[in-house]
């Protein structure tokens, strides 16, 4: 078999959004993409900067369990992007890489975006039970934290770490040191694909539980009446960010065959719904865009001075008309 053939075969082993109908001659495109679409999504590290540094540093926020889960879904988001764009890169460059450490990377991306997942399902979890059993969540949350924290990272890495080990225990050691130029994985095998969407499919259907109580409970109590459509309207909104980032992983996971423009689309939809978080989950929050203010860098600050000094300014009364030549004559 020729090396353009044994190429073609590899790529579908890629990174989990290709298919049959890709040929490796559109592998370097999709890879090019890939790095920029990720690259893009990656520039999200400052507003995820932003959120980390005011939820650790504010006393009151560091306490909610909500903003905590927060600060790691956008760590998760932004190490996905950053850990995408060197994996593609290096795709795209074609960088001859040994393939444990293929394996590897590949792992470590696959355990972020589960982890995003999961801890998307948590805060849908958390805001139930608060909602639901107020006057027990404190007492509750208090002897389950540390547990469901460690279940739910155990459950991010099983996958691709159990199946990462099986392979190395299967494979010759120099088959694992091989060189391999299109980055392959060990989780194509169909016990991988399918325990991977049994999660999906678990995540969705207790995210969809815990927001039906809530407007559940919303409704019995009178806070979604038609003079308060806020509630209603953040419901939607989560569930919209929501539906952008979990049904993109169907096809993802099942190897759904579909032609290069559907894979690339497929591709930035899913990005575009995780680039969403940190705005739907951050910045539509009151009590966190409150505190936001005083921890900004001090180039935003002189930004924001400058803007206050022309608006007062604006409003006096000019005692002497000038123009910019006459800073020029004051010398």
Known sequence: ???????????????????????????????????????????????????????????????????????????????????GTILHGLCALHVPINRLTCWVLFDFQVALGRGMGITLTLMALNTCLSILRPLHYPALLRRIRSSVMALAWFMALLNPVLFTVLACAQSSWAYVVELDPVCSTTLESPASRFSSLALVVFLVLLIMTSYVLIYMEGCRAGHFSRSNSSGRRTILIHMLQMILYLLPLVPIITRWKHNMAATVTNFVVFLVGQALSPVVYGLRCRELRAQLPYFLPRWTKVFQTCSDTTDCSSTETPTQPWNCNDLQNRD
């Open 1 to 83: 078999m020729s090396n353009d053939s044994n190429y073609d075969v590899a790529v579908e082993q890629n990174t989990g959004l290709l298919n049959a109908t890709i040929s490796g001659d559109d592998i370097g495109l999709l890879d090019t993409v890939k790095v920029c679409v990720h690259g893009g999504i990656f520039l999200t590290t400052f507003l995820t900067y932003l959120i980390v540094v005011t939820v650790f540093h504010t006393a009151e926020l560091r306490r909610n369990v909500r903003f905590v889960l927060l600060c790691q879904h956008c760590a998760c988001v932004t190490s996905f992007n950053a850990v």
